[in-house]
């Protein structure tokens, strides 16, 4: 076992298990929006930062980092609650995060995120980007507006329903998720039609079709059950 | 030429009237300006068919109730479904507590501050709070009058305000049993304190006969929809219009062909519409509706202490319509008598509550038009959708619109009877307002209810000097 100290509580964490991991096992709580159980970390939305003492204070993923003898980890302090709300306000001016008519409202990550973390206002100008809403799919749609780019639909897609339907296209803020390598999503031949993106997904940009506000409940924790149900050779 | 420009407050938004003398001192021209713009119809384009409740429910926080039935209305015909008849009556019941809600509203905090105090009373305490001081139980009423009609929303929709509850197909979730016993229990007060209410406009709508005669009387078309045997209806039916003797003038017209028989002009120094009657062109073919018109409109309410108001209130025009606007709340209360009686009818009813209430579809048609009567007039959503149920259009018509051009020419009879080119009076000010309110338009929020009323007033002489300038503070 690994020993080590988060937020001055001593922790023992299992080799190659990350810090989040320890941490959660401790009850130490870490927010996480790109995360998912049974999915590879990729710590790309950078809420999950926590701060090592002995590494000069560097910032560090907890979920994407593995856990190593003696690390002091700070999870929880005043100026990683700052970080971790800028960085929200960052997600929320990016798109068009409009909670009172969205299918998700009341069931969304980021909506509960901006809530355990008291982003109560943006301070950063909102870009209002023009983006398509795709609902050419029988069964589910995408609306690129919700979208934070944490890629748990293309990770679940990939690593979970081995369809690859999803990816990214484009850079930086300009990116998109797409299906196969940019077909309307009802028109994708790899789609299985499995909802396992829309299961994942933190927010409403992946929804059901037929879904009225505030009525799509998501069950991210399926695709962990799913993983683990599953038959090993 | 003089100008006066009046900044409309105790209506739900911002508006502005403006009344150009010539130089006889005569009032040349007076108009009504709404303006603000909102953009509902442009940033809905690109969005889904089932959020358009939720996004138009977020059009007014008075009235959120009939545009989101209105939309679910629209949702329904591009479904191409009829709900299941228990969706239905729970949606016909949530507007009807939107109609006592909302004209409750109307009467008690808006208006009856003018009717019980006095126009010409201090400002200062010619609001709800001087009238809670000066009658105690008409105030106490007014809110619990009110409270009782957003227990009905909230009973079907969680929220007192914007529920996300009636969707394309249906409603989301049926009335609980303690709910429905609930709602029944305070109805016996809910219908005591409409009653008393109708009782003293009835006794004291003769103090106000100056009032009665200039507020917006004139003759004009009335339109509304009628249900069967041309019965008051508020959710569904056929449109009627009516002339200022009460002959029919167009009847049985299918709703969803409203542009075939209702014109919309544009004017440059509004931000509302101008909807008319096509057969009489622009702007000849001047309409009113809410529920002025829809009293006018209906051959019968249909239920008892409904219909006996109803009599007492053709026989003020002799069996005519009753043309003067001021009557608009008259007519609110006899409304609201209405709507009681029937939420009394529906919780009666044993199918109100079953548990289906909403019918499964995809998109089968590309467009559908939503109608139905919200409490200040008839109100159209029409959506054009992609294959993928996607908005690529949408028109709406909202029922404050339709009353623009009466409203315009109300404007204009108060400024040429109350208006003494000289002076800016306070009670002509407050009849300018007062006349724009009987119509209770909706233009967005109720400021005024927190006792507000700033007022600002300049007139302007002929080669633009300032001659008399007037302001009132918050």
Sequence with gaps: ??????????????????????????????????????????????????????????LVPACATPVQEGLDVVANSDRLASLRRTILELLFAERNHICAFCVSNGHCELQDLATELGMDHVTFPYRFPALAVDASHAKFGIDHNRCVLCGRCVRACAEVEGAFTWGFAGRGVHTLVDADLGEPWGESETCTGCG?????????????????????????????????????? | MREIKV???????????????????????????????????????????????????????ICPVSHLLCSAKAGDAILAVRPPHPADKLRRLMNLGQFVESHALSFFHLSSPDLILGWDSDPKARNVFGLAAAHPQLALDGIRLRAYGQEIISALGEKRVHPAWAVPGGVR?????????????????????????????????????????????????????????????????????????RRIVADGLDPARYP?????????????????????????????????????????????????????????????????????????????VAAL???????????????????????????????HEAPRGTLFHHYWVNEDGILERVNLIVSTGHNNLAMNRTVAQ????????????????????????????????????????PLRVVLVGPDGEVLDEKVRDA
């Design chain 1, 196 to 233: 396992k993106c829309v299961q994942a997904c933190p927010t409403g940009a992946l929804f059901e079709k037929g879904k009225a506000t505030a009525e799509q409940v998501k069950r991210p924790a399926l695709l962990a059950d799913v993983t683990q149900r599953r038959p090993r050779a």
């Design chain 2, 414 to 453: 108060i400024a040429h009877h109350y208006l003494d080119g000289a002076k800016v009076t306070e009670g002509l000010l407050n009849r300018l307002e007062g006349g724009i309110r009987a119509y209770d338009p909706c233009l967005s929020c109720s400021v005024h209810a927190a006792g507000r009323m």
């Design chain 2, 260 to 336: 075939e028989y209702i014109g919309e002009a544009v004017e440059g120094w509004s931000y509302l519409k101008f909807p008319y009657f096509q057969r009489d062109g622009y702007p000849d073919g001047l309409y009113r509706v809410g529920p002025l018109a829809r009293l006018n409109c209906c051959d019968r309410i249909g239920t008892r202490r409904a219909d006996e108001a109803l009599g007492r209130f053709r026989s003020i025009a002799g069996g005519k319509a009753v043309t003067s606007s001021f009557h608009y709340h008259y007519a609110r209360l006899i409304e609201i």
């Design chain 2, 7 to 61: 900044p409309v407050t105790r209506i739900e938004g911002h508006g502005l009237i403006t009344i150009v003398l010539g130089r006889d001192r005569k009032v040349s021209r007076a108009r009504f300006h709404v303006t603000e713009g909102r953009g509902f119809e442009r940033f809905c384009q690109g969005r889904t068919l089932w959020e358009m409740p939720g996004i138009t429910a977020r059009i007014c926080g």
């Design chain 1, 1 to 58: 076992m690994i020993n080590l100290r988060i937020d001055d509580t001593p922790v023992q964490a299992e080799p190659n298990s990350t810090i989040l991991t320890a941490a959660r096992a401790a009850g130490i709580r870490i927010p996480t929006l790109c995360h998912l159980d049974a999915l590879r970390p990729v710590g790309a939305c950078r809420l999950c930062l926590v701060e090592v003492r002995n590494w000069n204070g560097r």
């Design chain 2, 173 to 245: 979730a049926p009335l609980t049993p303690a709910a429905r016993d609930r709602l029944a229990a305070k109805l016996p007060e809910a219908m005591r304190i409409a009653q008393d209410a109708l009782s003293l406009y009835e006794d004291t709508m003769g103090n106000w006969a100056d009032e009665v005669a200039t507020f917006g009387n004139f003759p004009s078309l009335f339109m509304s929809l009628v249900g069967e045997e041309g019965a008051w209806e508020h959710y569904e039916g056929r449109i009627r219009f009516v002339d200022a003797e």
């Design chain 2, 341 to 371: 009686e029937r939420v009394e009818a529906y919780l009666d009813d044993p199918e109100i509550l079953s548990p289906r209430v909403r019918a499964e579809a995809g998109v089968n048609e590309l467009e559908g038009v939503g109608v």
